[in-house]
């Protein structure tokens, strides 16, 4: 048997003795295609007697055989199978079957001794393939195939007119023909075929518009003057014209040197039967082509559409991002309270600010957690300016960006001669802060002596600074903040419980920036407002592409990362803001699906038993600071900057993870 494959626009053929061959995925396959959609033992063929028959071995995906889903089929020459997106075409039996059903090779059917209702069964396979052939080259090939089994030819040409147009003479122009298939009795493909064949008889066809047959082309008179004829050494011939709608478009030119009179009557009627049939299935084929052209123009017209669609989705969330904010700033569906400065209408957002609603008139103590970059020091703000608390101090103070003993003095104050370098007496942020809101960012980063300190003022109300004997009252509403999970550092130990449950009375979490959907657009046209006044400069327009590639990068810096990305914007762009404005981790869009480094390197780390998130976090953050102090050069200033930091902050983690320099050594950069 021989299958022909069709796949990625080629074809390869292969020929099987077997009485069983097995089509899949496998390396033991005889019909091996690595195609996902094929399973390993998608199919046998087999031999049942004289018959053939496809067996689909209960594949995933299934099998097509001429347009329909089957399991168990027989199989005739011309039949098409469809697995996994390839085409498989049984283009002959070469078993010799009763059927004679050959296509290929001299092995040809002799019409002469076959009865005719064995030659009625084999042309009605060969007219059931050429109309079931949808492809217009593949087509031609059978075409020509199917004339040199039938009528035993020993070369076969299909030859095309390009255009149907004739020169001034009323002759048919050669120039307009073109060899479209060239083939040998065995199935092989002739190399330059224009040189080896005859101009005059395929024009003399055209022009005549019937079959043009010869028992010997060297002696027939009707080729006198016809000097190819003899260089080609023409025996017999048969020229038969493809007409398509009674226009003659074609010749299928079947010649065999090796033999005088090799055509009879019966091939001749035989011929021009397969031409009439061919000319039909080429016209259909034709039609499906234009048809699939068509429908790929209609499915390009509604890409289309479902693009400008999105675009006007995206222009009706503009609109109503726009409307928020001014919502916003009008006080409006906000809260009883003014907001004005906090940018997002997200449903998340929403529950936010009804949870400030209530924590406004309460004096207890607010803790804020969130990621790095959410906005904590504004929500505390917020907090303070919305209270009856809004006319005194609001005080802040970030815990990670000083050591203890300079922490203790800045918190506390200090007297006149406490420690070396203390030339005159300092108020504490808590007395700086009497009567109004203290603001503590990065709680979690001090350390547990500075702790106990912290709890004492807080329990007692009061406080000592540092050398003195004099016990101060005070009077502080305390938002602390942190970026990482008082709860979980207190499992650890790291962090006391007894403080935790001071200062975590009102909980206020913040959500990432990527679970804040629809609020990306408005956020980035409030920030590159705000970058371009500060730059003195005008504010770029913000195209739909550019918000779409905003929207769909995950922002693991949140809205410190967006207001970067914007204030670099503003420097770059000019007018408008153009896609290659961008940094690149924002044209890569990551989808925050799983398909980013980080979140990669995460699930890389929990398969491979390491199933604890504080080992996963503390990995992440420990190949960020890398990552930033090797962006930087080794400068640690700059890395902190990069990474939202202070320098004192970003000291601690380097000496925690051991990324600090040895004994001896400094860091570049620094001076």
């Known amino acids: 048997m021989k299958w022909t494959v069709y796949r990625d626009g080629g074809e390869s053929s292969q020929e099987f003795e077997q009485d069983q061959i097995r089509i899949g995925r496998a390396n033991e396959c005889e019909i091996q295609i690595s195609v996902p959609k094929i399973s390993r033992h998608h199919a046998n063929v087999e031999r049942r007697g004289s018959e053939l028959w496809y067996v689909d071995q209960g594949s995933a995906n299934g099998s097509r055989i001429n347009g329909k889903s089957v399991r168990e089929v027989k199989l005739a020459v011309g039949d098409q199978v469809e697995i996994g997106g390839v085409r498989l075409v049984l283009s002959a039996d070469l078993s010799g079957s009763k059927d004679g059903a050959s296509l290929t090779g001299m092995d040809t059917l002799s019409l002469e001794s076959t009865k005719p209702e064995e030659r009625l069964r084999t042309f009605s396979q060969i007219a059931r393939s050429l109309a079931g052939e949808g492809q217009l080259e593949a087509l031609l090939t059978l075409i020509v195939d199917s004339a040199l089994a039938l009528v035993g030819g020993e ?68 080729f006198d003057g ?159 300016f919305n209270s009856n608390r809004k006319e005194r101090p609001f005080v802040t103070e970030n815990c990670a960006a000083l050591p203890d003993t300079l922490l203790e003095s800045e918190l506390f104050g200090h007297v006149r001669g406490a420690f070396t370098g203390a030339y005159k007496a300092k108020r504490g942020l808590f007395e700086q802060a009497d009567g109004g809101t203290l603001f503590l960012d990065e709680v979690g980063e001090m350390s547990v002596e500075m702790q106990k300190k912290l709890l004492r003022v807080l329990q007692e109300g009061e406080l000592r600074a540092v050398g003195s004997e004099k016990i101060t009252k005070i009077n502080v509403r305390l938002v602390a903040a942190s970026n990482r999970s008082l709860a979980e550092m207190v499992e650890k130990g790291e962090f006391r419980e007894d403080l935790y449950y001071r200062i975590c009375v009102l ?68 007018d408008s803001v153009a896609l290659e404005h961008l940094s690149p981790a924002v044209l890569q869009g990551r989808s925050g699906e799983g398909d980013d480094a980080e979140a990669a390197a995460a699930a890389a780390l929990l398969a491979g038993g390491g199933g604890d998130m504080r080992e996963i976090v503390a990995d992440l953050e420990r190949r960020s600071i890398e990552a930033a102090m090797q962006e930087s050069g080794g400068n640690k200033s700059k890395a902190a900057r990069n990474l939202g930091l202070s320098r004192f902050a970003l000291q601690r983690k380097l000496d925690k993870y051991g990324l600090g320099p040895s004994k001896g050594e400094t860091s570049s950069g620094e001076g």
């Open 155 to 222: 070369r076969g040409f299909l030859i095309m007119l390009e255009d149907q147009i004739a020169d001034g003479s009323g002759d048919l122009n050669t120039d307009d023909l073109r060899v479209r298939v060239a083939r040998r009795f065995d199935g092989s493909t002739i190399v330059l075929p224009n040189g080896r064949l005859s101009m005059g008889l395929l024009t003399k066809v055209l022009s005549e518009g019937h079959a043009l047959v010869s028992v010997d082309a060297s002696q027939d008179e009707r």
């Open 226 to 384: 016809m000097a190819s004829v003899e260089d080609l050494r023409l025996r017999s011939i048969m020229g038969l014209p493809i007409a398509v709608d009674g226009d003659v478009q074609g010749v299928l030119f079947v010649d065999n040197r090796l033999q005088d009179g090799a055509f009879g009557d019966l091939q001749i009627e035989t011929g021009e039967l397969l031409a009439a049939h061919a000319a039909t299935a080429i016209q259909n084929a034709r039609i499906r082509e234009d048809l699939k052209e068509k429908n790929r123009s209609l499915e390009e017209a509604r890409l289309q559409v479902e693009r400008l669609n999105r675009e006007l989705g995206l222009r009706v969330e503009e609109q109503d991002s726009a409307l928020d904010v001014v919502r916003s700033e009008l006080n409006r569906e906000r809260g009883r309270y003014d907001y004005s400065g906090i940018v997002g209408s997200s449903e998340s957002m929403v529950t936010i600010f009804a949870q400030l609603d209530r924590f406004i008139d309460s004096d207890l103590p607010v803790l804020i957690q969130g990621e790095s970059g959410t906005g904590k020091e504004l929500f505390a703000r917020a907090v303070h």
């Open 507 to 574: 909980t206020l979490p913040l959500p990432p920036l990527r679970d804040r959907r629809g609020d990306v657009p408005v956020l980035a046209r409030h920030l590159l407002a705000r970058a371009a006044k500060e730059s003195a400069r005008s504010v770029p327009h913000l195209p739909i592409e550019v918000l779409e590639a905003l929207d769909r990068h995950v922002w693991p810096g949140n809205i410190r990362e967006l207001e970067n990305e914007m204030r670099r914007v503003v420097v770059l762009a000019g």
